[in-house]
């Protein structure tokens, strides 16, 4: 199969909108592969601050984001034999993740890499730019996104969860913050694009939100696993 023939869900928005649970939801109920594409930020950012390497360094950093050797399985992301799963979700990770993703030979860097997940049947992609650099051509592009509260209230209820203690005030600002830098940078900044539908989630739950994108797949006739 030719992979413009694959069917791409791009499913784009800000920090702590939903739209990674949202995609994977979605992905599965299709028998859809999955891509994170923020993970592959996440980890060049891991590489970076474990190897010193400066965050001001972007040939540098492309050099790690090109060598990445990363084994996405099931819900497990291996870094050589480590499971670094849990580390690439800590809010260090998060805030230099977002500082170098400003980097157009780190953006470039990666850009094979995310379109290798393209595999049939098809494919549910989040990130800021799915829809606008990675996948010009996917079939559905949504932009997933809430109020910058609630997304700090959910993401605080997630650390709770874990058991990491946060400062709802603090989420918010750093919420503030990335979505400022995600969404003013030059280079494939996160933006609401033309041909994109917009899905706010502020009053919506994960199981409406996606039914929301299914729905949506239906009526332009997609298809997933029988
Ligand atoms: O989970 P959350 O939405 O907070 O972040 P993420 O999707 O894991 O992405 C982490 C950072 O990587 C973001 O703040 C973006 O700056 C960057 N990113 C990007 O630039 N382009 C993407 N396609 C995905 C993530």
Same mark, same amino acid.
């Given at each position: 199969?030719?992979?413009?023939?694959?069917?791409?869900?791009?499913?784009?928005?800000?920090?702590?909108?939903?739209?990674?649970?949202?995609?994977?939801?979605?992905?599965?109920?299709?028998?859809?592969?999955?891509?994170?594409?923020?993970?592959?930020?996440?980890?060049?950012?891991?590489?970076?601050?474990?190897?010193?390497?400066?965050?001001?360094?972007?040939?540098?950093? @492309?050099?790690?984001?090109?060598?990445?050797?990363?084994?996405?399985?099931? !819900?497990?992301?291996?870094?050589?034999?480590?499971?670094?799963?849990?580390?690439?979700?800590?809010?260090?990770?998060?805030?230099?993740?977002? !500082?170098?993703?400003?980097?157009?030979?780190?953006? @470039?860097?990666?850009?094979?890499?995310?379109?290798?997940?393209?595999?049939?049947?098809?494919?549910?992609?989040?990130?800021?730019?799915?829809?606008?650099?990675?996948?010009?051509?996917?079939?559905?592009?949504?932009?997933?996104?809430?109020?910058?509260? !609630?997304?700090?209230?959910?993401?605080?209820?997630?650390?709770?969860?874990?058991?990491?203690?946060?400062?709802?005030?603090?989420?918010?600002?750093?919420?503030?913050? /990335?979505?400022?830098?995600?969404?003013? /940078?030059?280079?494939?900044?996160? /933006?609401?694009?033309?041909?994109?539908?917009?899905?706010?989630?502020?009053?919506?739950?994960?199981?409406?939100?996606?039914?929301?994108?299914?729905?949506?797949?239906?009526?332009?006739?997609?298809?997933?696993?029988?």
């Amino acid at each position: 199969m030719k992979t413009h023939n694959i069917p791409v869900i791009a499913i784009d928005g800000p920090s702590a909108s939903g739209k990674g649970t949202v995609a994977q939801r979605v992905a599965a109920h299709l028998g859809f592969h999955y891509l994170d594409s923020g993970a592959l930020y996440r980890l060049v950012a891991l590489v970076a601050m474990r190897c010193g390497v400066d965050l001001s360094d972007e040939t540098a950093l @492309s050099k790690v984001a090109s060598s990445l050797d990363v084994v996405f399985e099931n !819900t497990e992301i291996r870094l050589g034999n480590e499971n670094v799963t849990e580390a690439i979700r800590a809010e260090a990770c998060s805030n230099s993740a977002s !500082t170098i993703a400003a980097y157009p030979q780190v953006r @470039s860097a990666l850009l094979a890499r995310q379109r290798a997940f393209r595999q049939p049947p098809g494919l549910v992609a989040d990130g800021r730019d799915m829809g606008s650099v990675v996948f010009p051509d996917a079939v559905l592009k949504i932009f997933l996104t809430a109020s910058a509260e !609630t997304r700090a209230q959910r993401r605080h209820k997630q650390l709770m969860e874990k058991g990491i203690d946060a400062n709802i005030a603090t989420l918010l600002r750093d919420i503030r913050e /990335r979505d400022a830098r995600d969404s003013n /940078r030059d280079v494939a900044p996160l /933006r609401l694009g033309a041909g994109t539908g917009l899905l706010d989630t502020t009053s919506l739950d994960i199981a409406q939100a996606v039914d929301s994108v299914l729905k949506q797949y239906a009526q332009i006739g997609g298809e997933g696993r029988p």
